[in-house]
T-cell receptor, first 112, second 110 residues
Framework: DGGITQSPKYLFRKEGQNVTLSCEQN?????MYWYRQDPGQGLRLIYY???????QKGDIAEGYSVSREKKESFPLTVTSAQKNPTAFYLC???????????FGSGTQLSVL | QQPVQSPQAVILREGEDAVINCSSS?????VHWYRQKHGEAPVFLMI?????EQKGHEKISASFNEKKQQSSLYLTASQLSYSGTYFC???????????FGSGTKLNVKP
């Protein structure tokens, strides 16, 4: 079955630590996205990638980094520079930008 | 650039109808609608492209008025399974960033 997989489901970060959230898709989609969702809030765009080896900042990219070395994978690193990282992180993909998004099941990140 | 949704929350009895609105200050190329259940990922409902079309899926339909830069989602004869948070997402063109509204929480009661 094709889909988009995020791991881990829950993640805890210590002060000053970088953590990486995994996102893998086997839908052969070109575009991938990372969104952050705070309780009771909408989804805010962190980074997006339209094609391999290319990515663009969203509205809240500070304190985050990404890479897109393979079409299937779009990992997100939450760096120590992100002072308020506690949130629900959603990865999504689409065949091309503008087409319907398929979401992963999300990663809940909390600070210890 | 984030679209504005209204209302923020709706409580319905089973069988009642609801309308959720989504408006943007920028010209739109497309509008998407998604539903998210608590603790789960958003699920795609429908997409409307520039052209003023109306789409439907069983008792859920939507319209897109590009002149007014707004879209509305219509839920008819609501069922318990309709409960969740509804998000609209908008894009200015097919290559640009995609923005979501802050969501409308729908609670359907028996």
């Amino acid at each position: 079955d094709g889909g988009i997989t995020q791991s881990p489901k829950y993640l805890f970060r210590k002060e000053g630590q970088n953590v990486t959230l995994s996102c893998e898709q086997n839908l052969n989609h070109d575009a991938m996205y990372w969104y952050r969702q705070d309780p009771g809030q909408g989804l805010r765009l962190i980074y997006y990638s339209q094609i391999v080896n290319d990515f663009q900042k969203g509205d809240i990219a500070e304190g985050y980094s990404v890479s897109r070395e393979k079409k299937e994978s779009f990992p997100l690193t939450v760096t120590s520079a992100q002072k308020n990282p506690t949130a629900f992180y959603l990865c999504a993909s689409s065949k091309e930008t503008g087409e319907k998004l398929f979401f992963g099941s999300g990663t809940q990140l909390s600070v210890l | 650039q984030q679209p504005v949704q209204s209302p923020q929350a709706v409580i319905l009895r089973e069988g009642e109808d609801a309308v959720i609105n989504c408006s943007s200050s920028k010209a739109l190329y497309s509008v998407h609608w998604y539903r998210q259940k608590h603790g789960e990922a958003p699920v795609f409902l429908m997409i409307l492209l520039k052209g003023g079309e109306q789409k439907g899926h069983e008792k859920i339909s939507a319209s897109f008025n590009e002149k007014k830069q707004q879209s509305s989602l219509y839920l008819t004869a609501s069922q318990l399974s309709y409960s969740g948070t509804y998000f609209c997402g908008t894009a200015k063109d097919n290559f640009n960033k995609f923005y979501f509204g802050s969501g409308t929480k729908l609670n359907v009661k028996p």
